[in-house]
């Protein structure tokens, strides 16, 4: 019988006999000793060797509370602190700044170069530049992490010059060309919006920078500054042009800064000044009047009818422009769109301050979020959230369509030749259309992130509430082949990121490359209505299943998936007039677990077998699953779920009826595993649990949470081979698990109050320090704990939020308090690291092969908490593949060209085909050093050589 070389012998007897013959020595329930660890003084605690299904948790769980929340002393901090410096772990937190987009697209407008030969996209808080003859990004305009971008503009002066305006009140100038900035300009902050324009001041061209202002309790105000570029002034003097309280969401300017159009919601404001020359900044004296509109506007687009004087060959003292007319399209909330000509010949022969209709447009059902006017006036194109772009054509009162994108339109920039169109997508993602064949000519895509932070609740479980502010998962994988490519469960549809709409079923799975920054490829893993109507016949949207799990096999050849949909409540009362929102545990659930293999041809996943319900409880239907676990070395998937049985997936091989002709594989359950010991009560329920497999395979750890008994959970070890419970202890962990990992013979097990390391062989738990994973607020509330378990360094992070002190919520403040992320190691509950956050983590994962971790945050950008240490032991070769002998430089420099498989190439791997030649001497010497990383991001030269030497002196001293 195969098992683990790391088990504790009480395990070892278990499994090797009846588990009713067994006679353990009796022992108290926990037995503290003081132990001298390397000149610290710590507490151990030994497990009772009595089964824990008879042994009385409440002891335990009163000495698991004091063991995990001693507080370390300084000499022992000081101790920890020379181990470290010995063992030479050193870790350091960066942002990942791949050639490609990383961040959230913001909802301004992108920029076409005036020859249309790069596209410049604005981000949080970078403008990245992207070449549209390559389609790829060239370089990026970074601003500080602490700021925002609020607009950015090209210079009407100089055609490489570029403004940038932040939330910060900072404006600069920035040469887009080169990427250096060029000069800044301190303003005042809560800015807005932003524009410029170029004007003539005393016969000479200066560029006018509009500003619109934040003054706080409901008042905004717009001011003007002039710059000149050839003088480039240190200060920039704001000159006031509008002071009011409706709240003003758009601006647009007209001939050369005569005219401003602004609005609110449903009202228009136009500026006109008489001067046909400004002669100073005082002179920027505007007239305002007000129209009300008969509709909500959600979006508008301004065209001069008369094409404006170049900017180049404007005779100094004249006006940059000619008189030109200007018309004015308004999107509104119904869906229509409203089109007005010649404004301002309208307000001057109508005294009543409203502008007559000339013609109304109605195809969308949902508010228009964008409309253009095509570059010769005889076209308007409009775009919502229908995903599809309509192209009106007002001499014959056609439409054209362009339908099935990928997500709602949130903004349209055609370029200054009209040829190409520049659409942004609410799902991260830019398209590049010709105006002449309405064809895709590129398509620049981000991570995919819900835009609303999904938080973590049982499905079908009412009665647990949890705070409004908990930490959130979404579903994330890296494959194991190629670390760079990350698995996330994404939502179909996406809605605004600043709309108040609910959070996003996640239920398409997207591939993104975290070292090159670009999507390799998307696809749907369960039902979506993207593009047909989402709304039931009451106006209710309809809702898509959500992945809650996720799962690959250790050759990514096969992915498992787990989805839940649940139906409306007003659809369940429809149904059944008696039922109640506490009886929300028996709500009907469909549940459906599915395997998927990597077709390597048409590079998608396939579908292979749907298993509805592999969980259910009789009388109630569907179970929800808590958890998913994959076999480390072959084609074998474990789940549990809240009907306490956990379920062995495998494999066999679908043949003809009758015949031996194998034409497929379909997955089966293997064994069902009754997980008994419900710690005492018959009526409790499972609200979480965990699943790992040991290194070897042959034991699964499965760690519980129930409801009564939220501060106690247990830990089963499963016989794999045998299907059978060997051992099972309680208390080992406070509030809900939420991740188990096994580290060689460690069993590490985080949960939202504690993070406890078992050392299994020596029977010692010990728990992390952390402030994050104690409450103390007086509602007793839960954060949720993302985690990460990495076998290269031996190490674990944990990100927490700290909560508030009982004073603060008692009084009811409530600060904005950032979240942490610390490196633990197994033999210390001291951090290695420790730093914050400054935005929402959403998945905390480990790279085995560089030994770092990987954080995805709700803005959409990557960052590593990075080992700086490199001699960590001898690694394993990247993909299971074997290294052959080499001449030259390639002994030292390993060949990193066979590490990144796409799962084209790894799909047909067999995990028991993987070749195991034994690797030469100097590249067993050498791979800790050079296989951290691919060799385009390895550390600096000094590194690397000092390595060398210190790896081959320390071989010449042990020979």
Not at 196 to 224: T, W
Not at 481 to 509: F, K, M, W, Y
Not at 765 to 783: F, I
Request: hydrophobic residues 40%.
């Amino acid at each position: 019988m195969s098992v683990i070389c790391f088990l504790p012998t009480f395990i070892f007897d278990i499994m090797a006999s009846p588990v009713g013959s067994l006679q353990l020595s009796k022992r108290s329930h926990h037995q503290d000793t003081q132990v001298k660890e390397g000149g610290r003084d710590s507490k151990r605690r030994r497990f009772s060797r009595e089964n824990a299904r008879v042994s009385g948790p409440s002891s335990t769980v009163t000495a698991c509370k004091n063991s995990l929340n001693r507080t370390p002393s300084p000499d022992a901090e000081a101790a920890h602190s020379k181990c470290c410096l010995e063992s030479g772990k050193r870790f350091s937190m960066h942002s990942s700044t791949p050639h490609g987009l990383v961040g959230h697209m913001t909802n301004l407008e992108p920029i076409f170069a005036p020859d249309e030969k790069h596209l410049l996209l604005g981000l949080d808080n970078m403008v990245q530049v992207f070449s549209l003859s390559t389609y790829q990004h060239v370089r990026s305009l970074q601003v500080t992490n602490s700021e925002k971008i609020i607009g950015y503009k090209l210079s009407p002066a100089t055609e490489h010059h570029l403004y940038i305006i932040s939330s910060t009140g900072r404006l600069s100038q920035w040469d887009w060309i080169s990427g250096k900035q060029v000069t800044k300009w301190a303003k005042r902050s809560k800015i807005l919006m932003f524009d410029i324009c170029p004007i003539i001041v005393e016969k000479n061209m200066q560029i006018a920078c509009f500003f619109l202002y934040d003054l706080g309790h409901g008042r905004r105000e717009i001011s003007v500054s002039l710059l000149d570029e050839i003088t480039s002034p240190k200060k920039l003097d704001d000159v006031v042009i509008l002071e009011t309280a409706r709240p003003i969401n758009s601006m647009k300017i007209a001939q050369g800064g005569r005219v401003l159009i602004v609005s609110d919601d449903q009202h228009l404001l136009i500026g006109c000044s008489s001067a046909s020359s400004f002669g100073c900044p005082e002179s920027l004296i505007y007239t305002w009047r007000v129209v009300m509109l008969p509709v909500t506007i959600t979006s508008l687009d301004v065209r001069e009818s008369k094409a404006v004087q170049s900017i180049k060959s404007a005779i100094p003292g004249n006006p940059t422009g000619g008189p030109s007319n200007i018309d004015l399209v308004v999107g509104e909330q119904g869906g229509s769109i409203l089109i007005y000509e010649d404004i301002l010949k309208t307000f001057k022969r109508n005294e009543d301050k409203y502008l007559p209709i000339l013609r109304k447009l109605h195809w969308h059902r949902d508010a228009v979020s964008v409309v253009r006017w095509s570059r010769d006036g005889n076209y308007i194109l409009s775009g919502g959230k229908e995903s599809v772009i309509v192209l009106w054509q007002l001499d014959s009162g056609r439409r054209n369509f362009l339908p099935h994108l990928s997500s709602y339109i949130c903004n349209l920039v055609i370029s200054p030749t009209g040829k190409l169109y520049a659409i942004k997508l609410a799902n991260n993602s830019l398209i590049i259309l010709s105006a002449a064949e309405l064809q895709p000519v590129a398509t620049i895509t981000g991570l995919q992130l819900p835009a609303k932070i999904p938080k973590i609740q049982n499905v079908g479980l009412a009665t647990i509430n949890r705070s409004s502010d908990n930490c959130s998962v979404i579903p994330a994988v890296l494959h194991p082949r190629n670390t760079d490519h990350l698995l996330i469960a994404v939502p179909s549809r996406h809605s605004d990121r600043d709309g108040g709409q609910q959070p996003e079923n996640l239920s398409v799975l997207q591939t993104f490359n975290v070292r090159t920054g670009s999507n390799v490829y998307r696809q749907a893993l369960a039902r979506t209505n993207i593009t047909a109507m989402n709304n039931g016949p009451e106006g209710m949207e309809i809702l898509t299943p959500s992945i809650k799990h996720l799962g690959l096999s250790s050759d990514g050849k096969w992915l498992v998936t787990v989805d839940s949909w649940s139906p409306h409540i007003e659809d369940v009362k429809a149904l059944d007039p008696c039922w109640d929102v506490k009886a929300a545990v028996q709500a009907p659930h469909e549940i459906f677990l599915k395997f998927w293999l990597w077709n390597d041809v048409a590079e998608v996943w396939e579908i292979a077998t749907r298993i509805d319900a592999p969980h259910f409880r009789f009388g109630e239907g569907a179970a929800p699953v808590l958890g998913v676990g994959s076999h480390p070395n072959a084609y074998v998937f474990a789940t549990v779920g809240t009907d306490w049985i956990l379920r062995l997936w495998v494999p066999t091989v679908k043949r003809h009826h009758g015949t031996n002709v194998q034409y497929g594989e379909i997955w089966r359950c293997k064994a069902a595993i009754h997980l008994d010991g419900k710690l005492g009560a018959e009526d409790d329920v499972l609200t979480s649990a965990s699943i790992c497999f040991s290194e070897d395979g042959s034991v699964i750890a499965v760690c519980l949470q129930t409801l009564l008994r939220p501060n106690c959970s247990i830990v089963h070890f499963i016989d794999i081979h045998e299907c059978k419970i060997r051992h099972s202890r309680i208390g080992s962990n406070l509030g809900s698990i939420y991740a188990a990992k096994f580290l060689g013979r460690y069993l590490v097990v985080a949960s939202a109050r504690s993070i406890s390391i078992w050392d299994i062989v020596g029977d010692f738990l010990m728990g992390v320090t952390s402030p994050g994973l104690h409450t103390t607020t007086s509602s007793n509330r839960e954060y949720s704990t993302l985690f990460a378990a990495n076998p290269q360094t031996q190490t674990i992070a944990v990100i927490t939020k700290p909560a508030l002190s009982n004073e603060k919520a008692m009084s009811g403040k409530q600060q904005k308090m950032c979240f942490n992320v610390e490196v633990y190691c197994l033999h210390s509950p001291i951090p290695l690291f420790r730093s914050s956050l400054e935005n929402h983590p959403l998945a905390l994962l480990s790279d085995p092969k560089t030994g770092d971790f990987l954080l995805v945050d709700a803005t959409a950008n990557f960052q590593r908490v990075t080992c700086l240490n490199t001699n960590l032991g001898t690694v394993a070769p990247s993909d299971g593949l074997s290294i052959k002998s080499k001449s030259g430089l390639n002994d030292v420099f390993w060949d990193h060209s066979t590490q990144h498989l796409s799962p084209k190439s790894s799909a047909h791997v067999p995990v028991a085909a993987v070749d195991t030649e034994t690797p030469t001497l100097q590249s067993k010497r050498l791979a800790p050093i050079f296989d951290v990383s691919p060799s385009f991001s390895l550390p600096l030269v000094s590194v690397l050589f000092k390595n060398v030497v210190h790896s081959l002196t320390s071989d010449s001293r042990d020979s």
